[in-house]
């Protein structure tokens, strides 16, 4: 063993400054380049990262993960050079670590609450979680099933997105055989049709899929819940279901002059995109699925595009129209910038990529000339009072109204669950907000029931039935919908087997 993998330096993050993997160039970014922005650490990049560790007694990085990851200890692994025991552990918690390592905002979450953030820089986690999981996976490391016992139960899984795999994940260590079913032709969901791929390249999710059914996973792709086969035959074939049915009904607002040629959804815009980018020829020139009362895609080659949103997905709108060549692009939010939902990190890219912020501005209408959207009328707002979540109100400044001229709107104000038909038909209930009704076993979620003595994470009020994800806390992040598919595979398994 060299010197660092057998003693740690005491002072390495005073002497080892935070470090982040090189980016691609901004010029490339520019000229339409959607290859992951972040590359990859080396071995002593990433030796010298996870030495800057405190190894605190009281792991805040950990608690503030929504998954607490064991992150102090596979920091300490990398360190060492054990890459394998340092997957094997980063997968004990969280059945996606590479996609995680991506997307998830560490800046609002482990390495926001990192001790050294104070001073020193937080120790890079995503960067170094990334590294692990994909030097692990490319040297034909897997999760170790050998030991598993095959119990003869069998779960459907709807959705495979990152709750639906999170689940099956789970289903799998517990010897339960778990088939996944989606509408869509690839796994991954949202993370494989939403993400851009300059946050996630989709191979990562290709080798996940392999993972997966190396571990005895069934993928059912193309296939649609309640048109192709219904949960009733489900219910009948296997012996209990998950939910992973996601959020996919934007807010539009309300906005006079929403239906405007030029005016775009924000998730139907980054999934059509993500079909072309992606070499999807017959995605060429079609109207955009779930949208196809518009024109197709339109070209943003030298357009003026603003955005109204300041969450993690306006920022995919706003950096995805950099890579399609706008020559203007605007992201107008109502509140400050300390109060954008959005990951600073994410901010930060899209500032340097030549996005222009408009902080406490207010869309009140989009404007037109002969069918085709010119602007946006918006005006200034400044904070009240909290609401009820404890966000303070954007309030409108009297006479400050004023026009964004705009070739291409694309509205980013987020999205809600739109829950099919047939979840009454079996007995499973819905909150008020459209979200689906569980056991608790977190809190803060908005959708929850109360827990009887005997009863089971995430279960529905279909005794066979779970469910987690975005369709049962309204849209999120990803790393919280793999918690909640893991929590409910653990109460799956109780079901199962007791």
Known sequence: MSKMDSKKPVFAFRETPRQM????PLELRRGGDWGELYGRFGEAEAKHQSSRCLDCGNPYCSWKCPLHNYIPNWLELA?????????ALAHETNPLPEI???VCPQDRLCEGSCTLNDGFGAVTIGAVEKYITDRALGDGWRPDLSKVVATGKRVAVIGAGPAGLSCADRLARAGIEAVVFD???QIGGLLHFGIPSFKLEKSVLATRREVLEGMGVQFRLGVEIG??????ALLEEFDAVFLGLGSYRYTDGGLPG???????PALPFLVHNGRLVHGDDEAQGKPIAGWEDRVALPDLQ???VVVLGGGDTGMDCVRSAVRMGATRVTCAYRRDEANMPGSAREVANAREEGVQ???NRQPLALLGDDGDVTGVRVAETRLGEPDALGRRNAELVPGSESVLAADVVIIAFGFQPDPPQWLSAHGIELENNGRIRVTQPASGCGSRRAASSNALPFQTTNARVFAGGDGVRGADLVVTAAYEGREAAAGITRLLLG
Do not use: H
Not at 79 to 87: F, K, L, Q, S, T
Not at 258 to 264: E, I, N, R, S, Y
């Open 21 to 24: 993997p090189s980016r691609i």
């Open 79 to 87: 360190r060492e050079g054990r890459i394998n025991e340092a997957a």
């Open 100 to 102: 995680c390592g991506r």
């Open 183 to 185: 509408r869509y032709e």
């Open 227 to 232: 048109r192709d086969v219904g949960l009733d």
């Open 258 to 264: 929403q239906d405007l040629k030029g005016v775009l």
């Open 302 to 304: 030298g357009k003026r």
């Open 357 to 359: 912020f408009l902080f």
